[in-house]
């Protein structure tokens, strides 16, 4: 049974990764306008983040350290300093969109605007980090991103051609617009394989105080919690292919796509719709202002945990209370969350190689993982997500450029 | 001992097993005709950014000095404070009790984080 609960931490680091504001919105647009024809991006996206999260979590396991840590020492501050720059940008970029996708489902469940919305949802964020524990917040974000399965429920309830489906999962030739496709796809890479779910997964296990027996449940969770978010995220395409592509809705904002789920689901589907959004968002936006406070407070060797009061670790608190405060401005000074969230996928997508490199070091220091250093197939994929990485940070600009 | 590996960078504990920084500089004493001698360990932001560059160092020395209100200088440790060395270094000092050490982590709980409503308590601690 508690290795079951383990399960928790694995939903709601995939929640962050692909139940999230950029994760459905380019879901949306990738079924509308290529049908089933994106699905390989996704499940590309999974694979490299089931890999990338079993190995920060056995880090964490063997060694009871995290990636940051582990990176702040083995490399010394001259280097670290430019990971950790890409990532605190990152993740605040991503954040201010999560809150403004958050404030956003607030506005299409009840016709208020975003910037009447956004600071009550930030500070109702911050309570829940404040007054919250780490399990509080764990246990209850992946309780409430069970609601997201009502996508999969309306993608099967729809009856895709299933043979159709498994077709999108191998990568072909677009029947049209390569330069959107392209797009699409490197945003929807970037949108599930961001850097912040490695240093949330690996900091939250030593929250869990994972030992080197936990190392098979960590394989499973990383597999099964990778699995959910994908299924649901792969769910949204269907959907978004069966009822926005025949209607020629192109999904570019989500009003346009919110009335997605009320063809196969009936007056249930648009709170549904809504209510998955602002739990996706909410999700993330407290694991992305955790992880800030986590990757400054590591690297600078300050005390931190969540379980931990404020009082205790004033500098942890206070950095996801400056975050969140300067997540809310694009929001207020009316920058589309969507919009904020193309962008902070391409910044994503350029940022990930500098944060994922060094794992293949990091991952076969004896020092930290004894025994459990990488063996062929785990240094196999860590090269090969590092190449993606490389690939799509190059391509990110021009397809920026000439897709959107 | 290898200074850059094993003693630069590394996170710092203190006896009760809380984290005090990380070892951000080390101190060598210079001798004459004879070899170099560990003096101490730096700890603090100063010392920190000197490594990356010493013009934003003294930057960052002048801006402290002028507006903010705790001191950041760093602290210098001698190596004869180990208790046990590991991935980490656990010394044998008491970070609450001195005052050199956590100055700006105990001003903002003095003067910030403490002033807070229920900054002292989490609701879900008696599970723990």
């Not at chain 1, 009871?64 to 950790?84: E, I, N, S, Y």
């Not at chain 2, 932001?45 to 903010?68: E, G, H, K, N, Q």
Request: glycine share 8%.
């Amino acid at each position: 049974m508690k290795d079951l609960i383990k399960i928790a931490l694995g939903i709601v680091t995939s929640v962050g990764g692909f139940l999230e504001v950029g994760s459905i919105g380019t879901g949306l647009q990738a079924g509308a306008s290529f049908r089933y024809q994106l699905l390989w991006a996704l499940a590309l996206g999974a694979v490299c983040v089931a890999f990338l999260t079993e190995m920060t979590g056995r880090l964490a396991a063997v060694s009871q350290h995290t990636v940051v840590d582990a990176m702040r020492k083995r490399f010394g501050v001259p280097f670290q300093m430019w990971p950790l720059a890409a990532q605190i940008l990152v993740d605040l970029l991503v954040l201010a969109s999560e809150v403004g996708g958050a404030a956003l489902a607030l506005q299409l469940a009840t016709g208020v605007s975003i910037q009447v919305w956004i600071v009550p949802m930030t500070f109702g964020i911050w309570l829940l980090l404040w007054f919250g524990t780490f399990s509080s917040i764990e246990h209850g974000v992946a309780v409430a991103g069970l609601v997201t399965l009502c996508f999969v429920v309306a993608a099967v309830w729809m009856r895709p051609d299933w043979h159709d489906v498994a077709r999108g999962l191998v990568p072909h030739r677009p029947d049209s617009d390569p330069a959107h496709y392209a797009y699409l796809a490197v945003g929807i890479i970037g949108a599930s394989v961001s850097p912040y779910l490695i240093s949330f997964y690996s900091s939250g296990a030593v929250e869990e105080k994972w030992r080197p027996k936990d190392l098979m449940p960590n394989r499973i969770v990383a597999a099964f919690g990778m699995g959910f978010g994908s299924v649901v995220a792969m769910a949204v395409i269907l959907v978004a292919a069966l009822v926005l592509a025949p209607r020629g809705i192109d999904a570019e904002s989500y009003q346009e796509a919110a009335g997605l789920l009320s063809v196969p689901l009936g007056r249930w589907g648009f709170t549904l719709f809504c209510l998955s959004l602002a739990i996706g968002c909410v999700g993330a936006a407290l694991e992305l202002a955790l992880d800030l406070s986590y990757i400054v407070a590591q690297s600078f060797g300050w005390d931190w945990g969540e379980d931990k009061r404020p009082i205790e670790e004033a500098r942890f608190a206070l950095t996801y209370t400056v975050a969140l405060t300067l997540a809310t401005i694009p929001s207020l000074i009316g920058i589309d969350p969507l919009r904020l969230t193309m962008f902070s996928m391409a910044v994503t997508v350029l940022a990930l190689p500098i944060i994922v490199a060094p794992l293949v070091i990091l991952m076969n220091d004896a020092q930290y993982l004894k025994s459990h250093t990488n063996g062929v197939v785990s240094n196999t994929a860590v090269v090969l997500v590092i190449a993606i990485a490389f690939v799509i940070a190059i391509l990110a600009v021009p397809v920026q450029w000439l897709g959107a | 001992m290898d200074l850059v590996r094993d003693l630069l960078d590394v996170q710092l504990m203190d006896r009760k097993q809380c984290r005090i920084g990380r070892v951000d500089g080390v101190l060598l004493e210079i001798r004459e005709n004879r070899p170099p001698r560990v003096a101490a360990m730096e700890v603090g932001p100063i010392t920190l950014v000197r490594r990356v560059s010493p013009t934003l160092a003294r930057w960052l020395r002048a801006l402290a000095a002028r507006w903010m209100p705790v001191s950041i200088r760093s602290v210098r440790l001698p190596l004869t404070l180990f208790r046990d060395v590991g991935v980490d270094i656990e010394l044998d000092v008491d970070a609450h009790a001195d005052r050199r050490l956590l100055r700006v982590e105990k001003w903002l709980t003095r003067r910030v984080v403490g002033r807070l409503p229920a900054a002292g308590n989490k609701p879900g601690e008696a599970q723990k």
